[in-house]
């Protein structure tokens, strides 16, 4: 009698029972439920710091990028100032200083990534060339570039700005 | 009889038991766990997602601020090149346009958030000023700047460079 009573006493000493029995089992599940409720809270506090680390992180790295950008430029003006202060000496060499400058400008563009560009003859291409006009021009192949009116600057869809061009009419 | 039986059926036939007994506990604790699980694996999923979408938004935004601040220069160089086209004819008149050029490239640093700074008579500040000299001039306050020999540029902890100074004499 006393072994067909057992089933009955589990929910009354559920802390004594053994391993086999559903209600340890329970227990067990209790606790693992538990902690993977914690996995999956700790979890959750793991994205939310890493969307605060994130924002932070966009901000810092758009700040070094513009610092780094901007002090790519600063020789650029140092050596623009350079040059105009001997300009009431002599203004032909301190011309000479100023288009120094004006190519070094060019090579500080191609170094942040942004080469500059202005063939003409090669063919019309809509992903780096402007169009400000058509000529009709007989010895030019047709959608060539014939005048370029500003440089382009950038390459491979990092392009800065497109160049400004007169292209030759298509053929009819 | 019957009702005193009922206690003994719970195990053979688990899914028709009613939820205060202990195995429907176990089957509903197994579920709840197998939906936690679930949550947490989404949550590491998600962590994952986030981290490589980041990756992609840092150099995204690396790029973008590049080409902007690049772009700022852009009309620096445009004029530039503008002032020189005419050195043949005047070049006094050309050293005034790159004078104007000078001043634009100041202003882009400034909208940049570097404004220029080349103020003397102020007390040295170490996080703004670079001693490149000293001067014992008995006119000039002690510690302070005497005079600037490259302007600074930027303010606030956006420092871009700091002002390359000639400071007077520390009192003794």
Do not use: I
């Not at 439920?33 to 793991?46: G, I, K, P, S, Y």
């Not at 994205?47 to 600063?74: C, G, I, P």
């Not at 019309?124 to 169009?131: A, G, Q, S």
């Amino acid at each position: 009698m006393a072994t067909e009573q057992e089933p009955m006493t589990p929910p009354e000493q559920p802390g004594e029972t053994p391993s086999s029995s559903p209600v340890p089992e329970a227990d067990e599940q209790t606790a693992a439920l538990d902690e993977m409720r914690d996995r999956w809270r700790r979890a959750l506090a793991d994205l939310d710091n890493l969307r605060k680390r994130h924002a932070k992180e966009l901000e810092r790295v758009r700040a070094e990028e513009r610092a780094r950008t901007s002090a790519a430029w600063l020789p650029v003006l140092d050596n623009l100032e350079r040059a105009l202060a001997h300009s009431d000496s002599d203004p032909s060499a301190v011309l000479k200083g100023v288009e120094a400058v004006r190519d070094q400008a060019v090579e500080v563009l191609r170094g942040l990534g942004y080469p500059r560009y202005e063939e003409t003859g090669v063919p019309f291409d809509p992903t780096r060339h402007e169009v400000v006009g058509v000529v009709d021009t007989p010895d030019a192949e047709p959608n060539t570039v014939a005048q370029v009116v500003s440089p382009g600057y950038g390459a491979d869809g990092k392009q800065l700005r497109p160049a400004f061009v007169v292209v030759s009419k298509r053929q009819e």
